[in-house]
Every structure is written in C-alpha cells, then in structure tokens.
C-alpha cells in the first residue's frame, strides 16, 4: 500500500505555571507587538486586514515558529486558546486537535488553501499528527463557523496553513539534530528565482526518527514497550508570471510516515507481539490568477489530496483504508473600492473510500456556490455571506455567516460573528468497516448530517498606558444530530456511529494577553474554559474544561541567542465519565548564533519529566532533550 502514488527551578517553574497569572495568552512574540492593523488574514478568501474579521483569530509566524524550535505542528496550535490536542502515545500516535470543545472532524484544516479532510478517517476530520513544519511560512486560526467559505466541517474554525514562497534571491537552509530517545531530524532546502524574475521555485524536505517509550493504562496489564516514529515529508511549489497580469502556482507535497509499536494488542490480550502503522499523504494543486482589471480577480484551481494507511500485526487482522478527495474551484472577487469587495465561488468536490472488508468503493460528488460581501461604512466593517452546498445523499444544504468589527475607542475593538453550518457524515461514519465494529459495520447509511447554529463576540484591547494585547471573547455552539462513536459491546471500542438525538451544547471563554516588558523580554499567556455538552447534558470525553498556557521569552543585549519557556496545564477533564489527573508540562528552548551563517539550538520537552496521557490508553512521551545546528546560506 506504500508504493501507491499516493532543582529549586522546578519549584520556580511550578509556582509560575500555577500563579494567577497564568490565567491569560497568546504565543510570545521575540519582536515588538505587532499592531492587529498590520496582520492581514488570507483565510477568509481575499487578504483582508485582521481587523476587519469579525471573529477570534491568531497567527503563527515562521520566526514563532523556528524560535520555540517547532517540529510538529500541532505543539504550536495547542498552546492557542480554545485549542487542545491528545495524542495516542508519542510522535506518529493517532492525534485528536479540538477547537472550542469541537472535534477535528468539526473544523477544516487547510495548505494553501488545499482541504486535507480525510474521507478514509475513523474520526472524520484531517490528521495533523504528520505535519511537520519545515516548509510552513505561516498559520492562520480563524475561530467561529466559516461553512460560508468552506462547506461542510468548518464549524468550530478554520486551520489555514500557508508554505514557504520562493525567495527572491538562491538560498540554501538547512538543519541538523539528534536527541534522546534516538532522535534523528534534518532539514534541507532550496529557493529562488529564474534570471527574469518570472519563475520562482522551493524544494523542501524533512526527516524525523525518535523512539518514544510509553505504556498503557495502569489499570490494563496491556503495555507497550516501545514505538518507534519515521517521517519523511517532501514539497515542491513553482510559481510562474505568465503575463503581469497572470500568475500560475503549483504544489507537491507527500508524507511517508510508519509507527512501529511492540508489546501491543489491541485486543485484549498482553502479546508480546508488533503492530504497525504505515502512511502515505500525496496533495497536488495547481492554480491559475489573473486580474482582469484594477477591480476584478479571477482564479480557478484543482486540488488532489489522497490519504492511504496499512495497519499490520503479527497477531490479528490486516487493515487498509484509500481516502481521496478531489476538488475543481473558480472564484471571482470584484472590489468596489479599496475596502469593499464581493467575493464569488463555485466548486465540485468528489471524495472516495476503499478499504479492505468495501465489496467496492464509496463515493459522493458536492456542488457547492457561496457569496460574499465585505462592506467598510465609516468606522464599521461588516461581512455577509450565504453558502449552498449539494450533497449526493442529504441534497441541499444552505448557511449562512454574519461578521462585524467596530473600534469602540483606538485602543478597543469589537469583534462579533454569528451563522450557522453543517458537516456531512464522513464516508467511513456512513460505510465504514473493520474488527472494530459492531456486526463488522462501524458505517451508518441512516445518519443525518450535523447542523450547528453558533455565535460569539469578543474584545481585544491594546493598553496604552501598560504596553500589552489583551483578547477576550465568549462563544456558543448548538449542534443537532452531533455525530458520536457509541460502545456497544466488550472491549469498549467496539461500536457504531450513532446520530445523538436532541441537540448538544459548548460554550466557553478564551482570555489572551500579550506582555512585552522590555525590548527583550515578553511574556504571553492564554487561558481556556469549554463546557461542552451532549444532548442528555452530559459531560463529553477528552475535553479539558480548563486549559491555561503560558510563554516566556528573553532575547540577550547583543541579539545573537534567546531563551524560551513554556507551559501547558489542563484540568477538568473526563474519560468514560471518570475525572482524570490534571497535568502540567513544560519545555524550554536555546538557540545562539555560533558563526555567521549558523545557530546551535537546545530544546526540552516535559522538562518535569511528567507522566501523563491526553487520550484514552498511551501516556505520552517523557523528558527529551534535543540538540541541533541549523544553517542558512
């Protein structure tokens, strides 16, 4: 299936993390705040400026990105309000991001613009747990429903990951570390332009290799000894001006990831026996802009993304599981003046299922058409939209989006959005079969699609006599026909997906400050409460009620090395009913410009060496230390 194309100072760090302080955050920032009226968002379409988006939104830079030494990209997103990601074990393990209490399947992660919605997933939603991070230049998190823009799963908000451009002069990077736990990681890539300046092109690729001790619940005598975790990612973007006027873009990016476990079974029995799980991710995309005039742009694109696993065993049956999604979009955007614009699109998607136990594959075409229309009167930016989406089996499904920021002062910003959405049963919820089903059918043709009605309203506020960002909102998610895995039998995780009859509840506050105390020094904090609900009223698994998150950052005189500090504490939350242990983990991070061209970098993770889980059976990995050099010519 491979070969298819396709020591006093941890008292001090303790108290910290605990203070009352550790109530507010956003990442730290190395570099001066950033004005919000400096960030412009590309999310939403068409690059609009930050505030005039009517929702609760953040961004993740490359510099963020590479000063906190960031490999995997979901230890960038759960320090983020309203963020929280578990993980089955260490690197590779199958990985949970939630936003807003909402599941993965309840929100749409994008590269350039590409959906990575898996049709083959067990949970429905994308798999970030092998996102790797050498080639993104950017992150956008938008908050709040956006089906207006993007269909069926961008309920809870929108992950736009953005890759590195082509650089305007030859460049050369890369990296090298190795690390307990048989950490192995390297980076290399390549950027520039053709003579002219017409064709600009990036090759980017990334190898990871670590080991990852970790062991089941203490209550189960089932173990894992060891798992071992490759990933080798690879992407290439060109960029072509056809004319001034005309601009054509391709991406390539594939994933090859295998996780090794040994002592495993996942039925019931202590073997000591293997399990393994290998991954293929393939995106091709290709676009084409062009501006007509000064106020129209035109664009069409076609995007292939296709997601192949083999799960194998010494004991037990093999499984397979083919996702593909293909996609061909055209949107237009005619701007009526500098700030007013209507944005236009159409698109026909087709996603496909085949998996061992399928006598033949699954498949569904959407046809969707939405518009869009953002509006600056006076100090007031408003946006409105409305979305049709045409499903093979649920027909036609319409939503909406409303989006208004207001400055109350120079110094507050009003930020509210309210809409409602829809998310369609993935393929495997509705034809899905393996061992872990009930009557070998975990699939449910009779499921209705989840439909959500959802608002929120926030405030940032940049103080002027105390230089500091501070972001607070609070938001609201009703959800009918919310789509859950129900156990029917022993072990546990045998079941069905069931529709919950009734309608199901989260709502929260996110709280945020940004502190720079100095040229050097800025702290950042972030602080998250969710109560999310079933229909019955119901506490749902896995979710923290509460999580709080902190950074640190001390950059020296001379601006050759920083130190960062981080932390993550969760608590309040449940599995199967059952409060679990609250836990705290820190990290901490060096780097220090040791030639010209080159800095030395020195990371910790679970710097306590906590042992804690975040999902339902594997603890996560222990104290790692990492060293590295990394180069730039």
């Known amino acids: 299936m491979m070969d298819k194309i396709r020591p006093n100072l941890t008292s001090l760090l303790r108290g910290l993390a605990v203070s009352p302080l550790f109530l507010l955050s956003v990442p730290v920032q190395a570099e001066p705040l950033v004005s919000v009226d400096e960030l412009v968002i590309t999310a939403t379409g068409v690059a609009t400026p930050a505030r005039e988006i009517g929702a609760s939104l953040d961004v993740i830079t490359r510099e963020d990105l590479e000063r906190q030494q960031v490999v995997y990209l979901q230890d960038a997103l759960k320090q983020l309000r309203g963020m929280h990601f578990s993980q089955e074990g260490g690197p590779g393990g199958a990985g949970f991001l939630r936003m807003r209490g909402l599941t993965r399947q309840n929100m749409v992660i994008l590269i350039d613009g590409n959906n990575m919605?898996?049709?083959?997933?067990?949970?429905?939603g994308?798999?970030?747990?092998?996102?790797?991070?050498a080639d993104i230049e950017r992150v956008e998190v938008i908050r709040g429903g956006n089906s207006v823009l993007y269909g069926s799963n961008a309920v809870a908000g929108v992950v736009n990951i953005i890759t590195r451009k082509p650089s305007e002069e030859t460049s050369v990077e890369t990296s090298l570390a190795l690390g307990s736990h048989r950490l192995r990681?390297?980076?290399?890539?390549?950027?520039?332009?053709?003579?002219?300046?017409?064709?600009?092109?990036?090759?980017?690729?990334?190898?990871?290799?670590?080991?990852?001790?970790?062991?089941?619940?203490e209550e189960n005598t089932i173990?894992?000894?060891?798992?071992d975790y490759e990933n080798l990612t690879l992407s290439a973007a060109i960029d072509v001006a056809l004319t001034d006027k005309t601009t054509a873009s391709f991406l390539a990016r594939g994933v090859r990831a295998s996780l090794n476990t040994d002592g495993y079974s996942d039925m019931g029995v202590a073997l000591d026996g293997h399990f393994g799980i290998d991954t293929q991710q393939n995106l091709l995309s290709a676009a084409l802009e062009t501006s007509v005039s000064e106020q129209l742009n035109i664009s069409a694109k076609y995007s292939f993304f296709g997601n192949y696993r083999d799960t194998f065993a010494e004991v037990g049956q093999t499984y397979w599981y083919d996702g593909e999604r293909e996609s061909v979009e055209a949107r237009a955007a005619y701007f009526f003046?500098?700030?007013?614009?209507?944005?236009?699109?159409?698109?026909n998607k087709t996603e496909t299922l085949l998996q061992n136990g399928l006598s033949a594959e699954k498949q569904v075409d959407t046809q969707s058409a939405f518009a869009l229309l953002h509006t600056q009167t006076g100090e007031l930016s408003t946006s409105f939209g409305?979305?049709?989406?045409?499903?093979?089996?649920?027909?036609?499904?319409t939503s909406w989006r409303f989006g208004a920021t207001y400055p109350v002062t120079d110094l507050v910003l009003l930020t509210t959005s309210a809409g409602t959405a829809y998310r369609a049963p993935s393929l495997y919820e509705l034809f899905g079969e393996d061992a872990y089903c009930v009557d070998t059918l975990c699939g449910n043709e009779a499921l209705l699609p989840e439909e959500t009605d959802s608002w929120d309203v926030g405030l940032r506020v940049v103080s002027a006599r105390f230089p500091a960002t501070w972001e607070v909102s609070y938001f609201d998610i009703q959800t009918t026909n919310r789509?859950?895995?129900?156990?029917?039998?022993?072990?546990?995780?045998?079941g069905k997906y069931q529709n919950d009859v009734g309608e199901s509840r989260s709502s929260g506050t996110e709280l945020s400050v940004d502190v720079p105390v100095s040229p050097r020094l800025q702290i950042g904090f972030v602080a998250t409460h969710v109560n999310p609900r079933d229909a019955n009223g119901g506490i749902q698994d896995s979710q923290p009620r509460q999580l709080y998150s902190a950074n640190i950052g001390y950059r020296a005189a001379d601006g050759q090395s920083h130190w960062g500090l981080t932390a993550l504490q969760a608590k309040d939350r449940?599995?199967?009913?059952?409060?679990?242990?609250?836990?705290?983990?820190l990290g901490a991070n060096y780097n220090t410009v040791v030639g010209e061209n080159m800095k030395l970098e020195v990371q910790i993770d679970n710097l306590l060496d906590e042992h804690y889980r975040t999902s339902t059976l594997k603890s996560t990995p222990r104290r790692r230390l990492k060293i590295g050099l990394r180069a730039r010519f």
């Open 386 to 397: 409305l979305r049709n989406d045409d499903h093979d089996k649920f027909g036609g499904q």
């Open 185 to 217: 990681e390297a980076t290399a890539q390549i950027s520039g332009r053709s003579e002219n300046g017409r064709i600009g092109y990036r090759v980017s690729a990334q190898s990871l290799d670590v080991e990852s001790p970790s062991d089941f619940d």
């Open 126 to 133: 994308a798999e970030i747990a092998h996102i790797l991070t």
């Open 337 to 347: 003046n500098g700030t007013d614009y209507l944005n236009l699109g159409i698109e």
């Open 223 to 227: 173990y894992i000894e060891n798992e």
């Open 483 to 494: 789509i859950f895995y129900e156990s029917t039998g022993e072990p546990l995780y045998l």
């Open 117 to 124: 919605a898996d049709a083959a997933d067990l949970n429905g």
């Open 574 to 585: 449940y599995r199967r009913g059952v409060l679990q242990e609250d836990y705290l983990v």
